[in-house]
Every structure is written in C-alpha cells, then in structure tokens.
C-alpha cells in the first residue's frame, strides 16, 4: 500500500465516521434547539452584559431584542395592561426554552429520535401558528412573513427528514448503512 493509498483510505474511513455521527437529521435538530434556547434566552438575558473585563467594562453583552417595547406598542393597540407584558415575555421564553430541549435531546438521538424528533417539529409548528394568530390580531405584517417563513423551513425538516427515512434524498455509504426505518416519521409520497 502506498503512502498516498493509506492517507486517502484513512481520510474516507474518518469522513465516513464523521458523517454517520453527524447524521443530517441531528443537524436540522441541532438547528431548532439552537433557535429555540437562543430565542428562549433572548427573553431573559436582552441587554444583559455577561462578561467584564477587571476593570468592569462589558466584553459580552447580550444585546437581543428588546421585545418589551415591541409588545407594548401591541398592548397599547389592544387596550391591555401594560403590566402583563413581562410575565408573558416570561412565558414565551419558558416554553421557547422548553421546545429547545427537547430538540437538544432529539439532537443527541439523531436518526433515532423518532417520536421525539416528530414532537419537536410539531411543537415548533404550533409555536409558529400561535405565533402567526397573534401577528395578524395585532397587525403586524413584518412579523408574520417572519414568523411563516419559519413555517416553511419546519415543513422542509420534515420533508428532508421523510425523504432521507426513504431513501430518496442521496446519501453517504456511511448513511445507507444505517437503518432510517428507526426514524419513526412517515414516508412521504411524492410523484
């Protein structure tokens, strides 16, 4: 075996073992917790310096977005009491925080997360949807494209993941050595 043979044999055995760990479905999962914890966070830390320097001047800051001056134009167009505004920014971010972790977990199962990986589509779905009800009782048009292109993006998890579960998306020899019947989601019929 010569020398350019192995390396070429070893940098397929490491690609190969590489992509069967980082399986595309644990991808799209790690994509939704990272959103998820992030957006969960963001209700909590806006604004928020998390790291100093010894003298005390900011090195991190937590910028976000200040939703509460967001969510009080929206109260004022809906006469409600200001004061509910940072129990339900609470609110959102806990079950944002939740739906998070159950991608991280869908995440670390990866092909296999089955049920689970369904559950955090579905939930990312029906945030989205209370979401988009909300934008348009409120009236904020930029709100909703955002929040149904987000709709879009989870229907096109669910079909990669589908579609990779068939076969019918091109996959690695690492990949097809695997079992996606495991996966759990429906396969979906396309003609």
């Known amino acids: 075996m010569t ?10 055995r490491v690609a190969d073992g ?3 760990r980082l399986s595309f479905e644990a991808m799209i999962f790690a994509y939704w917790a990272s959103f998820w914890i992030a957006n969960g966070l963001d209700k909590f830390l806006n604004r928020t310096v998390l790291l100093t320097d010894v003298v005390g001047n900011p090195l991190l800051t937590w910028f976000g977005k200040d939703r509460s001056e967001q ?5 004022e167009r809906l006469s ?4 509910m505004i940072d129990p339900l920014l609470a609110g959102l971010g806990v079950i944002e925080l939740a739906v998070g972790l159950v991608a991280l977990a869908a995440m ?10 369904q559950l955090v589509l579905k939930l990312t779905l029906a945030v989205f949807i209370a979401f988009c009800v909300g934008d348009v009782v409120i009236g904020d048009r930029a709100e909703l494209l955002e929040h149904s292109t987000y709709i879009a993006v989870i229907i096109a998890s669910y079909v990669v993941i589908s579609l990779r579960g068939r076969g019918d998306v091109a996959v690695s020899a690492a990949d097809q050595s695997d079992d996606h019947a ?6 979906l019929h396309i003609r």
Do not use: E, N
Not at 71 to 75: A, P, T, V
Not at 182 to 187: I, K, L, Y
């Open 3 to 12: 020398k350019t043979t192995h390396i070429t044999d070893v940098s397929q």
């Open 18 to 20: 590489l992509s069967k």
């Open 71 to 75: 969510f009080g134009l929206y109260f």
């Open 80 to 83: 409600l009491d200001p004061a």
């Open 108 to 117: 670390f199962l990866g092909r296999s997360a089955g049920a689970v990986g």
């Open 182 to 187: 495991a996966m759990g989601f429906p396969a």
